[in-house]
């Protein structure tokens, strides 16, 4: 565990002192889910309809923005190839800066997400598992990230390359998250959704580690 939290602590640390990929994907969350009244118009009945949608595709694709850069700079400068060596777990050390990039881009997604919906007027009935749903899908969303980042490795347009990766990945997660919101606006039990959605999470979080692991390992021969 003292791994896991100097990892942890680390990533943060250099994520907290560079600040831009948090801004930046923040900032493009925003943006992307402030395009859509532009293109649809401002009629608010559309909008409310669709708003679940919108802030769940915005978040999904804001999230693949800073996937590139989860092992690309320790890559480079030979500190991924020591973890590699480190008599820690390489599983638990990944997972350690898995966590560390859900808490710099995921989290900060969770907190902008209410109030885009309030944007797009999202009927407030919605808000409360809007949240549960961001909280179990986005960790899953980072998880599944990092195997496409392992897998890319040393690869040229990596960015482009990652995302043809992870998006056929994403899809469950942006069908279940953006149907339990919208269950909940019709009135209807959002449990089985919601259920779901932590079934995805656990196994993401059992297999994307050892998946990413063996990636790495690969990378580095």
């Not at 309809?49 to 850069?69: F, K, N, P």
């Not at 961001?134 to 390359?161: E, F, K």
Request: hydrophobic share 60%; glycine share 8%.
């Amino acid at each position: 565990m003292n791994g896991f939290l100097a990892i942890l602590q680390r990533d943060l640390r250099l994520a907290l002192r560079q600040g831009a990929d948090s801004v930046m994907v923040v900032a493009f969350f925003i943006v992307t889910t402030t395009l859509f009244p532009f293109g649809v118009g401002p009629e608010v009945n559309i909008l409310a309809r669709i708003a679940s949608g919108v802030i769940w595709v915005s978040a999904l694709l804001a999230a693949m923005l800073s996937l590139e850069r989860m092992f690309q700079a320790d890559y480079e400068d030979g500190t991924l190839e020591l973890l590699t060596l480190s008599p820690v777990s390489l599983e638990l050390l990944i997972l350690g800066k898995v966590l560390a990039h859900w808490l710099t881009t995921g989290l900060p997604l969770i907190i902008a997400a209410p109030l885009m919906a309030v944007m797009l007027n999202m009927d407030q009935d919605g808000f409360v598992t809007l949240m549960i749903a961001m909280l179990l899908g986005t960790p899953a969303l980072s998880l599944i990230g990092a195997i496409g980042a392992a897998l890319i490795l040393g690869a040229r347009r990596g960015g482009v390359l990652v995302s043809l990766l992870v998006l056929p990945l994403y899809i469950p997660v942006l069908i279940f998250g953006a149907g339990a919101v919208e269950a909940a606006l019709l009135g209807i039990s959002a449990t089985a959704q919601l259920q779901i959605m932590a079934a995805i999470l656990l196994l993401t979080l059992a297999a994307a580690p050892f998946a990413t692991a063996h990636a790495v390992r690969q990378a580095m021969e």
